[in-house]
T-cell receptor, first 115, second 116 residues
Framework: GNSVTQMEGPVTLSEEAFLTINCTYT??????LFWYVQYPGEGLQLLLK?????DKGSNKGFEATYRKETTSFHLEKGSVQVSDSAVYFC??????????????FGQGTILTVHP | SAVISQKPSRDICQRGTSLTIQCQVD?????MFWYRQQPGQSLTLIAT?????????ESGFVIDKFPISRPNLTFSTLTVSNMSPEDSSIYLC?????????????FGPGTRLTVL
């Protein structure tokens, strides 16, 4: 089935630093890819998504490009803020059949941004 | 999008007791899921809540331990039965509906359970 591997954290950065969180996937076909964010004490929120190869998802200054050549969907932000401190999850849908609608999540990366 | 609420938001329970978690959506949804997030871990799918029929459980999860109901298209409950400290986790519901696309899911705020 489909799977996703996310860089192991945690990641600690100073404010205004550049952020990259790596995500690679194994999938049948070309499924949509997602980044979810979990702020402290909250549930998951969809941060961005890409639905086909070479698509770039973006939101709140974060970007990720769907690269089928390298089966990657790395999350980037040019200048992080303290308010970006959260756990970030890469995710993709399971393969079809009885797995319809289900998502597979990466391990999660804890990001801490210091002033 | 949809507004998803969960009750309770957190609870501290004694070993051997049971807790029922509610998930309410403000619009009809196609699919509802229940996830467990153990401390410092990623999300693990417990089951798909099926409207009007028995839930579909993932490997490692059984109905006796995690009974689920979904009486209509906007509401579901998850019960954690005969709890032990290992059940201490965040429990999240998620939904798929007409407002979602490309297999994305919307999540509730979660229920933080501590078992003593």
């Amino acid at each position: 089935g489909n799977s996703v591997t996310q860089m192991e954290g945690p990641v600690t950065l100073s404010e205004e630093a550049f952020l990259t969180i790596n995500c690679t996937y194994t999938a049948t076909g070309y499924p949509s890819l997602f980044w979810y964010v979990q702020y402290p004490g909250e549930g998951l929120q969809l941060l961005l998504k890409a639905t086909k190869a070479d698509d770039k998802g973006s939101n709140k200054g974060f970007e990720a490009t769907y690269r089928k050549e390298t089966t990657s969907f790395h999350l980037e932000k040019g200048s992080v803020q303290v308010s970006d401190s959260a756990v970030y999850f890469c995710a993709l849908p399971n393969a079809g059949g009885t797995s319809y609608g289900k998502l597979t999540f990466g391990q999660g990366t804890i990001l801490t941004v210091h002033p | 999008s949809a507004v998803i609420s969960q009750k309770p938001s957190r609870d501290i329970c004694q070993r051997g007791t049971s807790l029922t978690i509610q998930c309410q959506v403000d619009s009809q949804v196609t699919m509802m899921f229940w996830y467990r997030q153990q401390p410092g871990q990623s999300l693990t799918l417990i089951a798909t809540a099926n409207q009007g029929s028995e839930a579909t459980y993932e490997s490692g999860f059984v109905i006796d331990k995690f009974p689920i109901s979904r009486p209509n298209l906007t509401f579901s409950t998850l019960t954690v039965s005969n709890m032990s400290p290992e059940d201490s986790s965040i429990y999240l519901c998620s939904v798929v509906g007409a407002f979602t696309a490309n297999n994305e899911q919307f999540f509730g705020p979660g229920t933080r359970l501590t078992v003593l």
